[in-house]
C-alpha cells in the first residue's frame, strides 16, 4: 500500500508571519517611545522670567495665572526668594546660601512650552516680547541647549524615517516570501485543479484564508513577546523606555501591526497562489 503524503506543516508560515509582525512592532514602539523621550526633553527646558524688586508676589501669581492660560505654555513654576537661593545653592555653591541671607533674590516663574514651541526662533521671540513687560527685569533660558536638542531631534526624526522604510520594505519581502514557500508545496495541486476545469477564485479562496488563519495565529504570539519584552522584563533600561509609552499607545500599535500583518498575508498568499496558477506545468519541477 502507497504511503500516504503527509500534510506540509503550517509552522514555518506562521512562525515567518510572527517574526515580521514583532519586527513591525519593535519597530513602532521604538519610534512612539523616541517621540516620547524627546517630548520629554524638549520640555523639560524651562524659560526663566525674573521680576522687578518692586512687583508684590500676588502681582507675579497674576501674570502665572496670565501664563498658564497661553495655548504654547504646558506648565509653570513659581520660584519665590527662599526657593531661588535653595536652587542657586545647589547649581552653583553651598556657601551661597550665607550670601544669599543678605541679598533679596528677586520673584521669578520657570515657564515650560510645550514640545511643539520648544523651537529655538520661537523662543527667542518669546523671550524679547517678554523682556518688554514693565514688570520684567530679565528673561534667560538655555539657548545652546534647545538649538542643540532641536537640531539632533531633527537629525534623529530623518533617520528613524529613514530606517522605517527600509524595515517596512523587508517586512513585505518576508511576509511575500513566507506566503510564498507556504503555497509551493500544493503547486501541483494547484495546476491539477486548474486542469480539471477549477475557477482560479475557487482555487485562490482556501489559500487566501488558510494564511489568515495563520497570520490570526501569529498576532498573540507577536503581540505576547513584545508585551514580555516591554512590560516583563525585569531591566532597568525597558521600564524607563517605557514610561514614555502609554498603554493605549502600545494597544494601538499591535493593533495595527496585527492588521497589517493580515492584508500582507492575503495578499501574499493570493499572488503567490496566482504566479502558480500562471506558471506551465514543465516549470513547476
Known amino acids: 500500500m502507497a504511503k500516504k503524503r503527509r500534510k506540509p506543516s503550517a509552522w514555518p508560515s506562521i512562525l515567518s508571519l510572527a517574526s515580521v509582525m514583532f ?7 521604538s519610534l512612539v ?6 517630548k520629554h526633553l524638549m520640555e523639560s527646558s524651562s524659560i526663566d522670567i525674573y521680576f522687578k524688586d518692586s512687583i508684590s508676589k500676588a ?3 497674576r501674570v502665572e495665572k496670565q501664563f498658564q492660560r497661553e495655548n504654547w505654555v504646558k506648565q509653570t513654576k513659581f520660584i519665590s526668594a ?14 551661597f546660601l550665607s550670601y544669599a541671607e543678605n541679598v533679596a533674590l528677586p520673584l521669578s516663574i520657570e515657564v515650560y512650552p510645550k514640545s511643539e514651541f520648544a523651537d529655538i526662533s520661537f523662543i527667542d521671540k518669546k523671550a524679547m516680547s517678554l523682556e518688554k513687560m514693565p514688570q520684567v527685569e530679565q528673561v534667560i533660558f538655555q539657548r545652546n541647549w534647545v538649538e542643540n536638542m532641536t537640531t539632533n531631534v531633527h537629525k534623529l526624526q530623518l533617520i528613524s524615517a529613514g530606517v522605517t522604510a527600509i524595515l517596512l520594505l523587508i517586512a513585505i519581502v518576508l511576509i511575500q516570501s513566507a506566503t510564498r514557500m507556504g503555497i509551493f508545496a500544493n503547486r501541483f495541486l494547484i495546476k491539477s485543479m486548474q486542469l480539471v476545469g477549477a475557477t482560479p477564485g475557487f482555487i485562490i479562496r482556501p489559500y487566501v484564508l488558510n494564511f489568515v488563519q495563520y497570520a490570526a495565529i ?12 516591554f512590560y516583563g522584563l525585569p ?3 525597558i521600564r524607563s523606555f517605557t514610561t514614555y509609552i502609554s498603554i493605549e499607545e502600545f494597544i494601538t500599535i499591535c493593533g495595527t501591526v496585527s ?5 500582507l498575508a492575503m495578499i501574499g498568499s493570493w499572488l503567490s497562489t496566482r504566479r502558480y496558477l500562471n506558471t506551465k506545468i514543465e516549470n513547476l519541477y
Not at 23 to 29: R, T
Not at 33 to 38: C, E, M, Q, V
Not at 82 to 95: L, R
Open 59 to 61: 502681582e507675579v501669581l
Open 33 to 38: 517611545g523616541f517621540n516620547g523621550l524627546s
Open 82 to 95: 527662599e526657593e531661588g537661593s535653595k536652587e542657586m545653592a545647589e547649581k552653583y555653591d553651598p556657601e
Open 235 to 237: 531591566v532597568e533600561a
Open 259 to 263: 492588521i497589517f500583518g493580515v492584508f
Open 23 to 29: 519586527m513591525l512592532g519593535l519597530l513602532a514602539i
Open 218 to 229: 501569529a498576532i498573540p504570539l507577536s503581540s505576547g513577546s513584545l508585551a514580555f519584552i
